[in-house]
Structures are given as C-alpha cells and as structure tokens.
C-alpha cells in the first residue's frame, strides 16, 4: 500500500480543492496515469501517481478541500489483476446505466456531475458519447451535447433514462439537485463550495477596491484601419507563421507602447515606495474550464504579432483543459481584459493588484460618427483604462488611452514607433 498526497502547488498556496476524480476505488492505475484534478487558489492541474496499482480508498471526495500533505488515496501496488478494469467501481458517488442499444450492451458510468446536468437538461445518458476514463460520462460531455445541440433548459423534452443498475457497494448520501422550472414548481436551494479559483477572484477583487484608489477614464477607437489591415494580410501571416492575426496582437503591442511613454501605469506600490518596470508582462484574461483565469506575455516588448497570438493561442487551449499551471500567472504589470468576446459595450474592469492599470476591451460596432466634416458609419469600440490614482494621475491616464487609440487607428504607428 502506498498514499498519494497533496504536493507542493507553489509559494503562498496551502489549500487545494478536489475537482474531480478521473480514477474510482477498484480501478487500476498505470505509472504515472493522471488519478484527480486538483484546483488551487491560482489554476487547476491533475495528479499522476508514481506507481501503478489498485486505487483503494478515497480520502477526499469531490468539492472537498485539502492542505498540502494531506492524503488523498490510497492505492495498493502490485501486478495488474486478471480482468481488471478502469470501470470497476462507481463507489465515489457515480451511478451506472446498461446502454440497451450498443450491440454489447456495453455499461456506462455516470458521475454525479453529469448525473445533475442530465436531469436538469431532461436528456437521456444513452444520446451522449463518453470521455472520461474507462468510458465514464463526464460533466463535460453532457454539456458539449447541451452546447452542440444548442437545449436550455425549458426547451428539452424529456426522455426516457437509461435502466440503472444499482451498484454493489453503498452509496454516500446524494448531493442536492438543482430542479428546473420544468421539473418541479417546488422552490429548491442549494448549498455548493466555492471553487478555489474563485474564491481567490473574490478575495483579491475585495482587496483592490479597499486597499487601491480606482478610477475609470474612457475613449473609442475606429477599428476600420485594424480591420482592413488584418484582411489584406491575414491569408499571408497565416500561411507563413501558422496561427491566425487576431486584433489581441494589435492591443498587447499598442499597449506597450502606452506603457513605454506613461511609466506610471507600469508600476506598483509597496508601502511607502513606488516599484517602476522597465519590462512589459501583459497579464491577458482567458476564460476557461473553471473560470477566468490571466496568464502572462513576458516581455511583449520583445515579441512580434506572430509570437503574441501564438502565445495567447496556447494559453487558451490550456485554460479550456483546466492546465494551466501557477507559474503561467505569476507577476504581470498591466492586464488586457477582452469583455467584447461576450458581447459587452461598456464596463468599469477591476485592477488586479499590485498591478496599477487595466486595460478593458468591448464589442465592436458601427456606429455614426462625425469624419471630417461627415456624417460615416465605422466600426468602433469603447475601452476602458481603470487605474490606481495613488501614483496615476489623471492627465496620465488620458494621455495613455489616447496613445492607444492614435497607434490603432493609424497601425503604422506600431512599426515605425512614432
């Protein structure tokens, strides 16, 4: 027997929350076969075991949260048992249902969070393909179904579940399911952890309201140079450099030259001091898997559009599979936060401390405005500056969204540094 631990996550991180286990007691582990999805304060990452075996017991369940140290399971090492099965026990809290029309009747384990998807959705375990190990029906498979067949909740008709098949070893108690409007005219509540990631959004958005003096100034960009430019050479910038030119690139450059000429809003203050940064990290904000999460460009200033986009393209492959890693948030001095993907036209963002400045992106959209001496529609695009007055004066702030918008509307700007 062997027990398999919370590791070490990082500096300053000494809780962890379970997200979900990918192995169920009775299950055979390979070598370093990833067994639980932890999520810390900072970004989520799965656990392998160094060595194989039986997984045996587990310690902390789903939702449940753990100190590093802590045990999570034990698995007992040995030779591979004859017939054994990455399915061999749903005793976690997952349920099992026989999938009548497959030509073997094949069985499918449904964990308990997709269990509470389907029944909110009305749809039957049986229309959805699985995913997850040992052909476990995850969570995430019932809502690719749900976004690939475009169902909300009202809109489903109900179905027959699959037969379930009662599992062989006692179940714990069921955790509270939310009802639709359609399943019930019962008035339900229930009470949830709250993710460690956000737990951490809360506590440092609290922080900046209470510890920075905020405030928001605004401008609009003609976006028609950017796009006209992104049409002539996107075809040509994605045949030599393999990844498509997206307008982020635009921004994080533009932004560094903001910063370069407005040095304030590149710094931070630690008590009494005043911290100035002669290096560019744009934080980007992504949403992902478990929620928004901002990695860092480190030394945009040193990047081209290509390594930019290819960058960001990355890190939002990683957040949609909850891999990204504490140290691809550590540090930053300037955070770009698109709301304009979601379909916002205007916001106040929140700086993210010990950071001085945010820039906000929102929807593009034509509008009229007055061009010499006419009356056009354009694409335009509100942004927002929220920044730390303690060391940002106002004229500072100004003149560094104006450089945005100068630098965007006539794009040369950003290769010619004038």
């Not at 398999?4 to 991180?13: L, N, R």
């Not at 009802?179 to 509540?189: G, H, I, K």
């Not at 951490?200 to 796009?227: G, H």
Request: charged residues 25%; aromatic residues 6%.
């Amino acid at each position: 027997m062997f027990e398999i631990k919370v590791p070490e996550f990082g500096e300053s991180i000494q809780e962890v929350q379970v997200a979900a286990w990918l192995k169920q007691p009775g299950d055979w582990i390979e070598k370093d076969e990833d067994i639980v999805e932890l999520e810390s304060e900072k970004a989520s990452q799965a656990l392998s075991s160094e060595r194989a075996g039986v997984l045996q017991q587990i310690k902390v369940a789903d939702g449940e949260f753990a100190h590093i140290g802590d045990i999570l399971c034990v698995v007992e090492e040995g030779e591979k048992p004859t017939g054994a099965t990455s399915t061999a026990s749903a005793a976690a809290g997952g349920s099992t249902a026989v999938v009548a029309d497959s030509p073997a009747a094949t069985t499918e384990w449904i964990m308990p969070a997709a269990e509470r998807v389907l029944s909110e959705y009305q749809i039957s375990a049986d229309a959805i393909t699985p995913t997850g190990p040992g052909g476990r029906l995850l969570k995430e498979d019932v809502l690719n179904y749900v976004r690939t067949k475009g169902l909300k909740p009202t809109d489903s008709q109900p179905a027959q579940p699959a037969p379930v098949v009662t599992p062989p070893k006692p179940q714990p108690a069921p955790q509270p399911v939310a009802v639709s409007a359609t399943d019930s005219n019962e008035r339900v509540e229930k009470s949830v952890p709250m993710s460690m990631i956000r737990r951490t959004i809360s506590k440092r958005l609290v922080e900046a309201q209470q510890t920075a003096a905020l405030l928001t100034t605004f401008n609009e960009i003609d976006m028609l140079p950017v796009k006209e430019l992104r049409s002539k050479y996107k075809d040509a910038f994605l045949k030599k450099h393999g990844v498509k030119l997206g307008f982020m690139s635009f921004f994080a450059k533009a932004v560094v030259e903001g910063l370069k000429r407005y040095p304030a809003i590149n710094s931070e203050v630690q008590g009494d001091r005043v911290i100035v940064k002669n290096y560019h990290d744009i934080g980007i904000a992504i949403g992902g898997g478990k929620g928004l999460v901002v990695p860092i460009l480190r030394n945009v200033e040193n990047m081209s559009f290509a390594v930019v986009e290819r960058k960001i393209g990355e890190y939002a492959a990683l957040a949609q599979a909850n891999k990204i890693v504490p140290d691809d948030l550590k540090g930053g001095t300037f955070t770009i936060s698109n709301g304009g993907v979601y379909g916002s036209l205007l916001s106040t963002p929140i700086v993210n401390p010990p950071q001085s400045g945010i820039l906000g992106l929102h929807t593009i959209q034509d509008r009229p405005i007055a061009l010499n001496g006419e009356v056009v529609i354009r694409p335009m695009m509100y942004v927002a500056l929220t920044y730390d007055h303690r060391i940002v004066d106002g004229k500072e702030a100004v003149g560094f969204l104006k450089t945005i918008k100068e630098v965007l509307e006539e794009p040369a700007r950003l290769f010619l540094e004038v």
